[in-house]
Structures are given as structure tokens and as C-alpha cells.
């Protein structure tokens, strides 16, 4: 007897699931931010504070972060008012003095999720976001990370 669904439709669920998981992260990340950049501005002192600065300044190193850090993915954290930003996002928008647009993504250059260099930092789209971690997966295979 044949299952209760065809091989066909089955692969067609699993699609369909995938998608959903996509948007939904996807839609995580697009919220607009409660938090405006005036407020991430006044607050760059203690974002700057959670993040470990090179000694000399003009040195490509990562700028890690040492703040707290999300429940995956080694991103580092940023509270305000019971809001977590994302720490690489809030470097980027420190930096640029800019909000991030809508639909765009901050990405590294470097690979490390906790890295708050702004010159590791660009804007991308959802299609990038998906290849740097496909990337990322396969780099940091069997690297425990
Ligand atoms: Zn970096």
C-alpha cells in the first residue's frame, strides 16, 4: 500500500515548510527597529563599552564583542529597553549614522558573527545572507562553531 502521501507531495510539504522557516526569519530580521538611531547614538558609549577595541587604531582585526550573546548563531547582543539587537547591526548604524533600509542585512567580510569592525560590516540581501551561511556551514565545518 502506498503512504498516505506521494513521494511527489511529500517533497512539495517539505518545500513549502522550508519557505515558511525562510520567511520567518527572514521577517525577524525586517522588523523595523523599535530602537531608533538617535537612541543607538546616545547610547554608543555603552555599545562601544561591550566591545573589545584593537589597541591601534587603522588595524584590520575583528572587533569582538564581549557583551551577551543570542541563543545561537555566535551573535552578540545588545539590550535596550528589554529590546536584543543585534550587536553587528547596531556597529553598523553607530558607524554609518544611517538606519539599515528595509530589507537589508548587515554581513561580514570576515565571517565572525561577533566581529563589530564597521569595516567588516556591508549591507546585503536575503540571497546573500543564505549564500554566507552556506559559506560559513562549510568553512567552519568540524570547527565546532
Ligand atoms: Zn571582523
Same mark, same amino acid.
Given at each position: 500500500?502506498? =503512504?498516505?502521501?506521494?513521494?511527489?507531495?511529500?517533497?512539495?510539504?517539505?518545500?513549502?515548510? #522550508?519557505? +515558511?522557516?525562510?520567511?520567518?526569519?527572514?521577517?525577524?530580521?525586517?522588523?523595523?527597529?523599535?530602537?531608533?538611531? &538617535?537612541?543607538? @547614538?546616545?547610547? #554608543?558609549?555603552?555599545?562601544?563599552?561591550?566591545? *573589545?577595541?584593537?589597541?591601534?587604531?587603522?588595524? =584590520?582585526? $575583528?572587533?569582538?564583542?564581549?557583551?551577551?550573546f543570542a541563543?545561537?548563531g555566535g551573535y552578540?547582543?545588545?539590550?535596550?529597553?528589554?529590546?536584543?539587537? @543585534?550587536?553587528?547591526?547596531?556597529?553598523? !548604524?553607530?558607524?554609518?549614522?544611517?538606519? *539599515?533600509?528595509?530589507? +537589508?542585512?548587515?554581513? /561580514? @567580510?570576515?565571517? @565572525?558573527p561577533s $566581529? $563589530?569592525?564597521?569595516?567588516? &560590516?556591508?549591507?546585503?540581501?536575503?540571497?546573500?545572507?543564505? +549564500?554566507? !551561511?552556506?559559506?560559513?556551514? +562549510?568553512? /567552519?565545518?568540524?570547527?565546532?562553531q
Amino acid at each position: 500500500m502506498p =503512504s498516505r502521501y506521494s513521494p511527489q507531495e511529500l517533497r512539495e510539504q517539505k518545500r513549502l515548510r #522550508r519557505q +515558511r522557516q525562510d520567511r520567518s526569519d527572514y521577517e525577524e530580521e525586517y522588523k523595523q527597529p523599535v530602537v531608533t538611531l &538617535l537612541e543607538l @547614538t546616545s547610547l #554608543r558609549h555603552r555599545f562601544w563599552g561591550k566591545v *573589545i577595541l584593537p589597541p591601534h587604531v587603522g588595524t =584590520s582585526e $575583528c572587533w569582538l564583542w564581549k557583551g551577551p550573546f543570542a541563543s545561537h548563531g555566535g551573535y552578540g547582543v545588545f539590550a535596550v529597553r528589554h529590546h536584543l539587537l @543585534t550587536a553587528s547591526r547596531v556597529s553598523w !548604524m553607530i558607524s554609518n549614522a544611517r538606519d *539599515i533600509p528595509q530589507g +537589508r542585512w548587515v554581513l /561580514h @567580510t570576515c565571517d @565572525t558573527p561577533s $566581529c $563589530c569592525n564597521p569595516d567588516h &560590516l556591508y549591507l546585503g540581501d536575503h540571497a546573500d545572507n543564505v +549564500r554566507d !551561511m552556506v559559506e560559513r556551514g +562549510r568553512a /567552519h565545518n568540524g570547527q565546532g562553531q
